[in-house]
């Protein structure tokens, strides 16, 4: 067995999203918005909010993997940031899901004809 076959094998790219960033990629492209909210203290908590207003709480990790990764920009706003699909986070999360809802997103924004 030659050394080379005992060596890890490496990906080149980047690394495909886990099972916790595929399920906020699939949110966002269903219809969900992902939020940074600022406590009084500083701190930065994440949250997916629904239209019909539940939300679900992320874990910074992920939100930070998938800013890394170009998936998600942040608008930067405060006290509540909100994260929005770039073109590649676009193109992965209608991988993941049968029918994307056309979440709000920074780019392809075509508007309607009035008339």
């Known amino acids: 067995m ?10 080149l790219g980047r690394p495909r999203p886990n099972r916790e960033e595929e399920a906020v990629l699939r949110a966002l492209v269903t219809g969900w918005t ?22 679900r709480p992320v874990r910074p ?3 930070e993997r998938l800013l890394g ?4 920009q942040s608008n ?4 509540a940031a909100t994260f929005l ?11 993941l899901v ?3 809802q056309r979440p709000l997103t920074a780019r392809g924004f075509t508007p309607r004809s009035s008339g």
């Not at 030659?2 to 990906?11: E, G």
């Open 34 to 55: 992902l939020k940074a909210h600022r406590t009084l203290d500083g701190e930065k908590r994440y949250r997916l909010h629904a239209l019909d207003g539940q939300t």
């Open 85 to 95: 699909l770039t073109d590649r986070g676009q193109e992965r999360a209608a991988r």
């Open 2 to 11: 030659s050394i080379f076959a005992r060596l890890p094998r490496f990906r």
């Open 61 to 63: 990790q992920t939100v």
């Open 76 to 79: 930067q706003k405060f006290p």
């Open 69 to 72: 990764q170009g998936y998600i």
């Open 98 to 100: 049968e029918q994307a």
